[in-house]
Nanobody, 125 residues
């Protein structure tokens, strides 16, 4: 599967952005999907994930309650609605896909085999 992320940009503190990730291929429904981010000088960190079936979602403590991940299997796409953005949310955001991810590995980047190219999100203070 190939992934293409979009929707990043510059927003003020407290603003909102919606990221999208389009997947190519006919097996999208076999993949659990996730969003990760990486700020300059920091390691890549988990943001949110959504299961391939049932749509169960997972969030990091820093994004829970502000971000919402969604998926549209008919369109081979996932989204990330980001509200109440903070300067510390500034990062390059990546979408990722993996198969057969066990619960304990959902937040680990190692569990995802395919990655999009990333989209920059900048939150000004």
């Amino acid at each position: 599967v190939q992934l293409q992320a979009s929707g990043g940009g510059l927003v003020q503190t407290g603003g909102s952005l919606r990221l999208s990730c389009a997947a190519t291929g006919r097996t999208f429904t076999t993949y659990d999907m996730g969003w990760f981010r990486q700020a300059p000088g920091k390691e890549r960190e988990f943001v949110a994930a959504i299961r391939r079936v049932g749509g169960h979602t997972y969030y990091s403590d820093s994004t829970k309650g502000r971000f919402t991940i969604s998926r549209d299997n008919a369109k081979n796409a996932i989204g990330l609605q980001m509200n109440s953005l903070k300067p510390e949310d500034t990062a390059v955001y990546y979408c990722a896909a993996g198969q057969g991810i066990i619960l304990s590995a959902v937040t680990s980047s190692d569990a995802y085999r395919y990655w999009g190219q990333g989209t920059q999100v900048t939150v000004s203070s």
